[in-house]
Nanobody, 133 residues
Framework: QLQFVESGGGLVQPGGSLRLSCSVSRDRFFQDRLEYVDLAWFRRAPEMDHEGITCMNHMNGNSYLIDSVQGRFSVSRDNAKNTGYLQMNNLKPEDAGIYYC?????????????????????WGPGTEVSVST
């Protein structure tokens, strides 16, 4: 199973932008290739459970986002660099939290909308996003 390392978090003001990166740290079966998995991003606000916010389906290339980040966040991947990205624009205080990437069992619009994104394997270290004036 793939393991990931997230980076790119930081402190921004409301309305600001960040781009998070997701790199493969270790793999036993897919020769470290991110392109063979559905990649998702989760966030965990203080005292809350992990929330799946977006995923990218590796078969059709489509991405899906929860309503609260539609039009502000976008997910992408660079297969040559074996890295995934989460571009976050117009950040709001409620976007604050620790962000994680993971491969998931299934990625579709329904899975995301119904809160059914499920990570495969352990969480990585995450990267913290703070949104404050």
């Amino acid at each position: 199973q793939l393991q990931f390392v997230e980076s790119g978090g930081g402190l921004v003001q409301p309305g600001g932008s960040l781009r998070l990166s997701c790199s493969v740290s270790r793999d036993r079966f897919f020769q470290d290739r991110l392109e063979y998995v559905d990649l998702a991003w989760f966030r965990r606000a203080p005292e809350m459970d992990h929330e799946g916010i977006t995923c990218m389906n590796h078969m059709n290339g489509n991405s899906y986002l929860i309503d609260s980040v539609q039009g502000r966040f976008s997910v992408s991947r660079d297969n040559a660099k074996n890295t995934g990205y989460l571009q976050m624009n117009n950040l709001k205080p409620e976007d604050a939290g620790i962000y994680y990437c993971a491969s998931v069992f299934s990625c579709s619009g329904a899975v995301v909308a119904e809160g059914r994104l499920r990570p495969i394997g352990r969480w990585g270290p995450g990267t913290e996003v703070s949104v404050s004036t």
